[in-house]
């Protein structure tokens, strides 16, 4: 069993910085990919970002390429989300996930998800 925690989440002013991280439970941490997704108000689930299990290639979705970095430390067992130049478009609820494969883009090839961290952007 594997245990996702994501912690960071707050209000923030349109142009500003935030930077989520997530606790992963378990000795399994290094053989997942780990990825963030966001889910906005009304909308689906949507990825964000996803880093492979070594943590030497990362894939971010088009609306955040250039804003956003994701990296993990497998000493610590945590994955983080940085996100700059933050808009409010980037309002949402922010998702800790685990996936098997790097290839993973979708919600259905994810393992194990976090509970979630809002992230609120005003303009």
């Known amino acids: 069993q594997v245990q996702l925690v994501e912690t960071g989440g707050a209000s923030v002013q349109a142009g500003g910085t935030l930077r989520l991280s997530c606790a992963v439970s378990?000795?399994?941490?290094?053989?997942?990919?780990m990825g963030w997704f966001r889910q906005a108000p009304g909308k689906e689930r949507e990825f964000v970002a996803i880093?492979?299990?070594?943590?030497?290639?990362?894939a971010h979705a088009d609306s955040v390429k250039g804003r956003f970095t994701i990296s993990r430390d497998n000493a610590k067992n945590t994955v983080d989300l940085s996100m700059n130049n933050l808009k409010p478009e980037d309002t949402a609820v922010y998702y800790c996930?685990?996936?098997?494969?790097?290839?993973?883009?979708?919600?259905?090839?994810?393992?194990?998800w976090g509970k979630g961290t809002l992230v609120t952007v005003s303009s």
């Open positions: 996930a685990a996936a098997p494969r790097f290839t993973v883009r979708t919600i259905e090839g994810i393992d194990y």
């Open positions: 880093i492979n299990q070594s943590g030497s290639v990362a």
């Open positions: 378990g000795r399994t941490f290094s053989s997942y990919a």
